[in-house]
């Protein structure tokens, strides 16, 4: 699929670092998860490199955070013009290793490109704040500085998105980066890196590290425990943000982590079904169903249970699944087998323990596919909080749909998780809007719609998924520390 680029030179296999494209002897295959064929080999670095990198980002911060807001806003928006320039060779690099469908991942290099756009415009109002003083020889000023060299950690699931929410505001701050992208979707971020380098971005200030899942804990160790590294931001697993999170603490590092979710998706009994049912398809099987943010419950009231269920099945079994260059796919594989794994442990205890498959609930063959991990879109009715789904996040394309009364048991079970992402209800009550909006333990709430991301709002989430805010004004918050300055002997 990669032959076709209308610009080849995007296909970048070396890492990223000063500036300089860095080879390896040791390097590991990226596969395409559609057919299991290896796309690109990709230098598989270690510890050494990420001193390297570290020490690269540490001295390019005093030039690079010299530089006015407006000229690093300058060479932000010609990195954003390149995305958008290069979206659809972009879209193919991401769809081959990735799988998402063309189509969502032209749709990815949009959003990730509209970060860079945001956080250039934004980088000209970090603005300060001058106190009231309470002493008449003394004035109190507050400033606004970069927080230095930044980490990023990303998942494969938005290869491009997760690394320009995390980048551009550190480097629109005036912080230098060193990223490391997950080990299955490198050649994403190495070919937006290719373009950060095209847009005049000086060396140092832009680096890729690209390591194998187990190269990956040890790049990890040593961002953590580096005292350069003033920042890391993190998106993937609970389990692994917390294990970042102990990492960090020797160095007492700030830290902004994304994390799990168990997103509800809540009908009420008033709500507009047909538009309950089309949030419902985008939120619950976008991406195959691996978003952070994807309903992992569907809470259904009981008047309105059975027509729910009835007219999502029936939209559900008309999806095409099948490889993501094919036109009319609407849901490629999953990640990789472990993915796939997972899902089938999760349907095998939620039948055992009594739910019925209304449509999917296998594998599915797909023509050309070789031993690839494509699993059929899947609606489960006779859900119990008993069945592991109830707890644990299924980032595959299941849609498990319970049952509830009133609407306080909505809230008591929406809310009965750790997790505390995304989620979502269906109402035409505003009354109820309120009453449940404000309810909800969740960092977002989608009221009437399955689809809540732009760059403008925060995002984040509350309880165990995780710490701070991407996107929006708050997203520069975490990359600038506030620095009060004490004039006396006025
Ligand atoms: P996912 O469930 O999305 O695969 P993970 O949390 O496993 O999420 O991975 C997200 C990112 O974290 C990837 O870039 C992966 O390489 C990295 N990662 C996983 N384990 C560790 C670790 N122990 N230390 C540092 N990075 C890790």
Not at 230 to 236: I, V
Not at 453 to 471: A, N
Request: proline content about 5%; hydrophobic content about 45%; charged content about 20%.
């Amino acid at each position: 699929p990669l032959a076709a680029l209308q610009d080849p030179t995007l296909l970048k296999t070396q890492a990223l670092i000063n500036g300089q494209w860095v080879d390896a002897a040791e390097r590991f295959d990226v596969t395409d998860p559609a057919t299991g064929q290896v796309l690109a080999q990709v230098p598989n670095l270690g510890a050494a490199h990420t001193e390297q990198a570290i020490a690269a980002a540490a001295q390019a911060w005093p030039t690079w955070k010299a530089l006015t807001a407006k000229a690093r806003a300058g060479i932000l928006m010609k990195w954003f013009h390149l995305l958008h320039q290069h979206a659809d060779d972009l879209a193919r690099i991401m769809t081959a290793e990735q799988g998402k469908p063309l189509a969502e991942a032209k749709g990815e290099v949009a959003y990730g490109a509209s970060f860079i756009e945001w956080f250039a415009e934004e980088s000209r109002r970090i603005y300060g704040e001058t106190v009231p003083s309470t002493d008449p020889s003394k004035r109190f000023l507050v400033i606004k500085q970069p927080i230095g060299v930044c980490a990023a950690i990303t998942p494969w699931n938005f290869p491009i998105a997760m690394i320009t929410r995390k980048v551009a505001p550190a480097l629109a701050a005036g912080c230098p980066v060193v990223i490391k992208p997950a080990e299955a979707t490198p050649l994403s971020a190495l070919a937006v890196a290719e373009l950060a380098q095209r847009a005049g971005m000086p060396a140092g200030v832009l680096n890729i590290l690209t390591a194998d899942g187990q190269r990956s804990i040890e790049v990890g160790q040593v961002l953590c425990g580096s005292d350069t590294v003033r920042h890391l931001s993190f998106t993937g697993s609970t389990e692994v943000g917390r294990i970042l999170m102990k990492q960090c603490a020797p160095t007492v590092k700030k830290l902004s982590l994304e994390l799990g979710g168990n997103a509800p998706f809540i009908v009420f009994d008033d709500a507009d079904l047909d538009a309950a049912v089309e949030g419902a398809l985008i939120s619950k099987y976008r991406n195959a169903g691996q978003t952070c943010v994807c309903a992992n419950r569907l809470l259904v009231q009981d008047g309105v249970y059975e027509a729910f269920v009835q007219k999502l099945a029936d939209k559900v079994s008309a999806m095409k699944v099948g490889n993501g260059f094919e036109a009319g796919v609407v849901q490629g594989p999953l990640i990789d087998a472990d993915a796939l794994a997972k899902v089938e442990e999760l349907m095998a205890d939620a039948l055992a323990k009594g739910a019925k498959v209304l449509c999917g609930g296998q594998r599915a063959t797909v023509v050309g596919s070789g031993p690839s991990a494509f699993y059929q879109p899947t609606v489960l009715a006779n859900v119990n909080t008993t069945m592991r789904m109830a707890r644990e996040e299924i980032f595959g394309p299941v849609a498990p749909v319970f049952r509830f009364h009133t609407e306080q048991d909505a809230i008591d079970m929406a809310n009965d998780t750790e997790f505390g992402l995304a989620s979502y209800f269906y109402s035409r009550d505003v009354g109820r809007i309120f009453r449940v909006g404000e309810a909800l333990e969740y960092g977002m709430v989608g009221i009437n719609t399955g689809l809540i991301s732009t760059c403008e709002v925060p995002f984040g989430g509350v309880k165990q998924s995780g710490l701070g805010r991407e996107g929006a004004r708050a997203g520069l918050e975490d990359y600038v520390e506030q620095k009060y300055l004490c004039l006396a002997g006025l």
